[in-house]
């Protein structure tokens, strides 16, 4: 990092927060920090929508994730559109004719206050986790750049974005994302063509496609019914639908996002504009990485892309081995651009022997590639456990710094710094939200002063900052950060979501039925992920973890309905022996 990079990364976050401060002062009421003023129009909220959902994970990880496993995660969002649908048709118009700060209080007017708490405490416990997870991911980059230590980064950026979120509430989170958006997606078009610009001069991006293809890196589609396979078009469809209609339905980070809306038109529009563009954004950044990958099929790359792994084993006992890998990797390097340049040249005489040729022939090296690496993952486990052996999330970063321009660096890094931004501060408003609005107000008894309970979510949120810190400051990339957040998410979101759907559809469903269907449905679901899916190495589940999010739904309709059937048998049979 230059000096230019360092102007345009504080300039750009300078403007954004000045700019959501500024727009957004004066405002004390409950209605105004909590519900944004119901203001809000159609591309705000879009874009607000947009911005919540793509952390900074997004732009690490996904990146990352298409360089080693392809654009086959772009099914994971197949069910959001139509997710989106049933959001404007059932959920939007019951929560604006109700006038609700928070999704949990229509649970209430539907079923009972425990049946209320318990869906508040579920999203509090797996959003909490998942904005100490969206704290961690900047950490990272910053880490790489400055050398810092990663839990001193994680107390940094968290405070920063306390303070930022604590002082402007849900109108300050909407009004910075638009500003957010057009910088995250700017910078990810100049980065891609950057990329383009940075392959030898023969290969075109046609080519270039090709050559990923070859690498087995565009299987976008994927029709197996596979239900141990994590991304494929049935899984996404099904456990993607019932993820995104759970976390844009019942999570308040995003359903505070489209309550801000000045009716309930501008909030379908918002959330239709969200579902148009959100699969089409998506697989342009896992493009991204597939460039990139193309770009290392030319260019030299670490054995391991996570800076800290590879100083901890060269400070080991095991340095001389590991320097002995990393000499194979050279070699394969070489054969690797080889073999490229013979499956292009093979490609532009259109000589189809030799083109299939040329690709058995990549794959043998990248096998042998991909084999090296895990071995040196391996070593480094063993020279430092405490170390980070999956580097998945430091491709993307490393490709930044050590190959864009001067500025345009400092670029990328608000770009990832904003989405880290707009995220974390939509959860931590969110969290402030529901623990003051959905708990404290809730079962507070006396009379209050609305600036009471402003003060009351503005120290929640300060409190759910500080636990996203320390979740963050025990992170661990698992298999990535993307897939985390998503693991998390559908550990919960099936059964909040089944208890909504319980409430909007099956009316002769009671509070007592639900609530207990709903503790047993959840303590299963973590069960089956236990033993399904955490024991296992990736790629070697017995069930995906999309297919949670429908097995947590289905089952708490099911014990629910059964439960209120079992009582009014019970009271049906005492009354007749009565």
């Known amino acids: 990092m230059e000096t230019l990079d360092w102007y345009v990364l504080s300039g750009t976050l300078l403007f954004i927060v000045v700019y959501g401060v500024w727009k957004t002062r004066g405002r004390q009421s409950v209605a105004d920090y909590v519900g944004g003023g119901k203001d809000a129009k159609w591309w705000t909220i879009g874009l607000s929508v947009m911005a919540t959902q793509a952390s900074a994970i997004t732009f690490l990880s996904t990146p990352g994730q298409a360089f080693h496993d392809g654009m086959?995660?772009?099914?994971?969002?197949?069910?959001?559109?139509?997710?989106?649908?049933?959001?404007?048709?059932?959920?939007?118009?019951?929560?604006?004719?109700?006038?609700?700060?928070?999704?949990?209080?229509?649970?209430?007017?539907?079923?009972?206050?425990?049946?209320?708490?318990?869906?508040?405490?579920?999203f509090l416990i797996q959003r909490g986790l998942g904005a100490g997870i969206t704290i961690f991911a900047p950490s990272i980059i910053l880490s790489a750049i400055l050398g810092w230590d990663l839990r001193t980064l994680n107390v940094i950026l968290g405070l920063l974005v306390i303070i930022y979120t604590v002082s402007g509430g849900t109108k300050a989170v909407s009004v910075t994302q638009k500003q957010q958006m057009f910088v995250i997606m700017f910078g990810m078009f100049v980065t891609f063509f950057f990329i383009l610009g940075y392959l030898p001069n023969d290969i075109t991006f046609?080519?270039?496609?090709?050559?990923?293809?070859?690498?087995?890196?565009?299987?976008?589609?994927?029709?197996?019914f596979d239900f141990t396979n994590r991304y494929n078009f049935w899984n996404g469809v099904t456990g993607g639908f019932f993820l995104m209609l759970a976390y844009f339905g019942t999570d308040q980070s995003q359903v505070q996002r489209y309550l801000s809306g000045k009716?309930?038109?501008?909030?379908?529009?918002?959330?239709?504009?969200?579902?148009?563009?959100?699969i089409p954004m998506q697989f342009f950044i896992l493009l991204v990485g597939v460039m990139v990958f193309v770009f290392y099929q030319y260019n030299a790359s670490p054995l391991n892309f996570n800076p800290s792994a590879t100083e901890a084993i060269l400070q080991s006992p095991f340095a001389?081995?590991?320097?002995?890998?990393?000499?194979?990797?050279l070699e394969l390097e070489v054969q690797k651009k080889i073999a490229?340049?013979?499956?292009?040249?093979?490609?532009?005489?259109?000589?189809?022997?030799?083109?299939s040729e040329a690709k058995t022939k990549i794959i043998a090296i990248n096998t042998k590639d991909q084999a090296n690496r895990a071995t040196a993952r391996n070593l480094i486990k063993q020279a430092d456990?405490?170390?980070?052996?999956?580097?998945?999330?430091?491709?993307?970063?490393?490709?930044?710094l050590t190959n864009l321009p001067r500025g345009l660096i400092g670029l990328l890094l608000a770009v990832i710094l904003s989405a880290a931004m707009s995220s974390t501060a939509s959860e931590l408003n969110a969290l402030g939200t529901i623990t003051a609005l959905d708990l404290y107000k809730r079962n507070k008894t006396g009379n209050f002063s609305e600036r009471h309970y402003v003060n009351a979510s503005k120290v929640f949120t300060l409190v759910w900052g500080v636990i996203a810190i320390l979740v963050a400051c025990v992170a661990n990339l698992f298999d990535n950060l993307i897939q985390l957040v998503n693991i998390i998410g559908s550990i919960f979101y099936g059964n909040v979501l089944g208890i909504f759907l319980l409430a909007f559809f099956l009316k002769f469903v009671k509070g007592n039925a639900v609530f207990f269907a709903a503790v047993l449905t959840q303590i299963i679901v973590i069960v089956c992920y236990y033993y399904l899916i955490h024991i296992y190495p990736p790629g070697q589940e017995k069930l995906s973890y999309l297919l949670l999010?429908?097995?947590?739904?289905?089952?708490?309709?099911?014990?629910?309905?059964?439960?209120?059937?079992?009582?009014?048998?019970?009271?049906?049979?005492?009354?007749?022996?009565?």
Not at 94 to 103: E, F, N, S
Not at 561 to 573: G, I, M, P
């Open 72 to 122: 086959g995660f772009v099914q994971f969002y197949f069910g959001l559109p139509l997710a989106m649908i049933v959001i404007c048709l059932v959920f939007i118009p019951i929560y604006h004719k109700l006038k609700v700060y928070t999704a949990y209080e229509f649970l209430e007017n539907r079923f009972d206050l425990k049946t209320r708490s318990l869906a508040a405490v579920l």
């Open 206 to 224: 046609t080519k270039a496609l090709k050559i990923a293809g070859a690498n087995d890196k565009l299987n976008i589609l994927d029709f197996k």
């Open 549 to 578: 999010n429908f097995v947590g739904a289905l089952l708490v309709m099911f014990l629910a309905v059964v439960f209120e059937l079992f009582d009014r048998l019970l009271k049906n049979s005492s009354v007749h022996n009565a």
């Open 320 to 329: 001389e081995d590991y320097k002995n890998l990393e000499e194979a990797h």
């Open 263 to 278: 009716s309930i038109r501008e909030s379908q529009l918002g959330l239709i504009f969200n579902g148009i563009l959100k």
């Open 340 to 355: 490229q340049n013979n499956f292009s040249k093979a490609l532009e005489l259109k000589e189809y022997s030799a083109i």
């Open 385 to 400: 456990a405490s170390v980070e052996t999956n580097d998945k999330d430091y491709v993307f970063i490393h490709f930044i």
